[in-house]
């Protein structure tokens, strides 16, 4: 009989089959010490660490005042409702916006009524954008733009100071990079879904001067009210096709006079220095591309469009991934139904059907054998067909009605105009079995300087919806550090060289596998993992690196709490009587939030008859990350939720 593994026993509240090793070689990485999670006999104290650890623990994480991971209802000064991006169902953790769907429930038709379609095209950035980015710049030309770049006042700072001090992993060199970046003048393009509220906090924390560019009605001008942010620049969407241009001529503009006078020279006037901006950067999975080429073009730090949009592009990341020598799940195109066949024989049962890029999760079904793979690609082409760009974002289209055989009836095949804005190109993929994780990545200079394992409990399939996650990992040791080579390399060939990034892995009964790598920061309890666990701020990490400071984070030896977080799906399909059901346990000592992700009435879903909705969130934390599943999973077994 099969072993258990340490995470599945956990989960099952079972006693593991095997402690797991401790392996002697921590390595393969830059600095072992970057990865804590490996170095199970805190081998690495020695150096400073344990006073690091000390500091951290001093600090209380657990009393501070925890971000949530879903948007939230922002009214505007005139009281009409803001712009604001939904949370992808199917990528939670991922933390990837969406643009909000009209059929998706009462409070979207509200916000499309209020707003309207003409200014829906305009509030948000999304697949047609993305499709109209220009290619990314040669190696000749963007060496030049850099050869001709001044350094920004950032830079100018930091080239007068000690490199070994500026870069050490310590408390004090942490100050002196935070002296650094005080005062940095950072535009940010996009600001994402309302639940990141807590960057730019953080962002002003730091000292840092921020500018938002985003749709003109977007949640996030209120920023600047709130004295977030230095400058809200609104920009309209709706014509893709020269939204690039547009945003560039808007960094441009940006004149560091305006922001210490505001008042004294007209913004609209003012032509700016490009060596008095420090960065360009950006927390929203839409905008990554766009920014990879405004810094591209502006001379300043940041990871090459080639690199996101490989990331970005599944086949792409496979192909790369193979052309490097790394490990990579058995996949092909699909680009006409006579290649079916061939991609079946190639990749095997079970296997998984996906477009390639840009599709927002549509079509992504499982498949166990050709019948099921025959009518898996029928199904999705279709839907791919009929899909349309509505506000700038891929919308599936109407439901068709189908024969005996599964196919669509003439009298309900619809056409959508998706395919001219992205590529519809589906691939076969090999179905990967065991226990994900997620990884947390900072690069810095070309080189991990610190990664994080979280283990995630297994998705509600057939949809592959997340539920619940504990940090820090308990897989053996050896497979942790395995998974996290996987990551450092994945990120490695594709070409990055600095930043934050959300690698997800299986360990697969073939070893570590990637899933896909997010070249920015994961969403939902991911910053707050990160920071709880190990008392590293990404967003702080993501800041230093987008002005070209690099980063060193301080990490604790151990781990500062031992935390689960659940994110539990309706059981029944119905509507949601009240959201008093979370009371008893939003006060209790071991249970860091219990918040609510739906309201009074909202109509809910479970798997049964569709995508199942999320109802709530908990996270808590315990001596042991074993007690801490334990404790999460009995709060679950003992709500009530009220779904009638």
Sequence with gaps: MKKASALTAALSGKQSDSVPPVSEDTAKHSESFSFPCLDRNNKHTANGLDDITQELSRASLKSQSIAGSAPTAVVLPNGSIAADYELN???RRGGEERVPAPQASEEDRLRWTSLGSASLQSNFMADAVIGSLPRGLSLNERDKIFASTPLSPTLSMLSSMPSDKVGSRTLEGRRLRRHVLKGAVIVFITAGYSGKKFIFEKAKELGVRTVIIDGPDSWCQTLQDEKLAEKFVGIDFSDAETVFDRCLAAVKKIKKADLHNPGSVLWEESVRDLGELDGVCTFCEMAVPLVSRIAEALGLPGNAPDAVDAARDKHSTR???????????????IQQPSDISAAADKVKFPAVIKPIYGAASIGVVRVNDMQQLEAAYKRV???????????????????DEEDAAG??????????????WIKLTLMLEEYLDGPEVDVDLVLSEGQAVYGAITDNWPTVEPYFNETGSNCPSILPTKQQQELMQMAVQSTNCLGFKQGVFHVELKYTSRGPRLIEVNCRMGGGPVHNTNLLVWGVDLVEEHLMTCAGIPSRPPVAARPLMYIAEYSINAQKSGKVQHIDFLKEWQNHPDVLYARALVKKGQKVTSVTDGMPTWVCELMVVKPTVEEAITFVKAIDAALDIPIV
């Design 381 to 399: 082409t279709r839907e791919l067909a009929r899909a349309h760009i509505v506000a700038g974002a891929l919308e599936q289209g109407a439901e």
């Design 89 to 91: 169902p199917y990528r």
């Design 319 to 333: 192909a790369k991934m193979a052309a490097a020598g790394l490990p990579t799940p058995r996949n092909m195109l």
């Design 407 to 420: 196919n669509a009836t003439e009298t309900t095949t619809a056409h959508g105009n998706a395919e001219g």
